[in-house]
């Protein structure tokens, strides 16, 4: 009984290692405030620096009013690197500037407006973001 139960144990133990995701390779991202955006189509700019089934790591630059949304799928994590804005999340308005950071749970609803002039932030979405994953909040 012992041995079967020893074995059932080592067996598990393999098949997770198995199945644990293989380490990818490191990403350095360098002098981020000053990288260069793609021109956007509507009020934000994104880059992806990185992207695997875990977390989706995009830079920002906020030009204009980012409607009330929420994310279904994943919780996402907000850094302003420049600029300011009024973020609001959960029904609540607060003032965000260089060096605040904000973890945004899943499916709670938030917005951001920046203030005078862009506003650029690092953005990451755990576990990664997918398509249809921002939906709209109404008023």
């Known amino acids: 009984m012992r041995r079967a139960r020893v074995l059932t144990l080592v067996l598990t133990l393999a098949l997770a290692a198995c199945a644990a995701p293989a380490p990818g390779p490191a990403v350095v991202e360098t002098d981020l405030p000053r990288r260069p955006l793609p021109d956007a189509r509507g009020p934000v700019a994104v880059t992806t620096l990185h992207a695997s089934p875990h977390q989706t790591v995009n830079l920002l630059r906020v030009d ?9 799928h994943s919780e996402e994590t907000i850094y302003v690197i420049s600029g300011r804005g009024v973020l609001e999340l959960d029904g609540a308005t607060r003032p965000l500037g260089p060096g605040d950071l904000v973890v945004v749970p899943r499916g709670a609803p938030h917005g951001f407006t920046p203030d005078d002039g862009p506003a650029v932030v690092l953005s990451i979405y755990a576990p990664a973001y997918r398509e249809g994953d921002r939906v709209a909040v109404p008023r």
């Open 64 to 72: 204009g009013r980012v409607p009330l949304h929420r994310h279904d």
